[in-house]
């Protein structure tokens, strides 16, 4: 029922974000509370994508991740994108657009077209997340 909650995908959520944070050069200061955004978005996209749409999963794992990196901002007095950037990386749909490339390149162009689509409506899905977690939780420098 819950796949996505066993020890070993908590664990790569976690080391996954750690390493974006690395990436990213996070402050150390903030290191604990990136990782922790990257692996909600992680898993919390992973639960809802086995009881949801994929697009809709996204939508609400993004959508949580930014108001938290806003509030955590708020707090900090840092920008949201410390908190935001580790967590957003984990929904970009890059292996659905790799696979769709190469369907395409191969000649398979149903899956190419199925792959395209699912990675569109997950792009915009980050996309208007992003946009309605900073409208509901505006940055510092709005209010």
């Not at 909650?5 to 974006?20: E, R, S």
Request: charge should be positive; hydrophobic fraction near 55%; include cysteine.
């Amino acid at each position: 029922m819950l796949g996505h909650l066993t020890f070993f995908n908590v664990f790569v959520a976690l080391l996954g974000g750690a390493c974006f944070g690395i990436l990213f050069k996070i402050p150390i200061r903030y290191f604990v509370h990136s990782t922790v955004l990257a692996m909600i978005a992680k898993l919390g996209a992973g639960v809802l994508a086995e009881r949801t749409h994929n697009g809709f999963a996204t939508f609400v794992s993004a959508f949580v991740v930014c108001a938290i990196s806003h509030v955590f901002a708020r707090a900090s007095g840092k920008p949201a994108q410390i908190f935001l950037i580790p967590g957003i990386m984990f929904l970009v749909p890059g292996t659905s657009i790799y696979k769709a490339f190469s369907g395409a390149m191969t000649g398979d162009f149903n899956s190419a077209m199925t792959l395209s689509a699912q990675a569109i409506v997950v792009t915009v899905s980050i996309s208007f997340a992003l946009l309605l977690a900073n409208w509901i939780v505006p940055s510092r420098k709005s209010l």
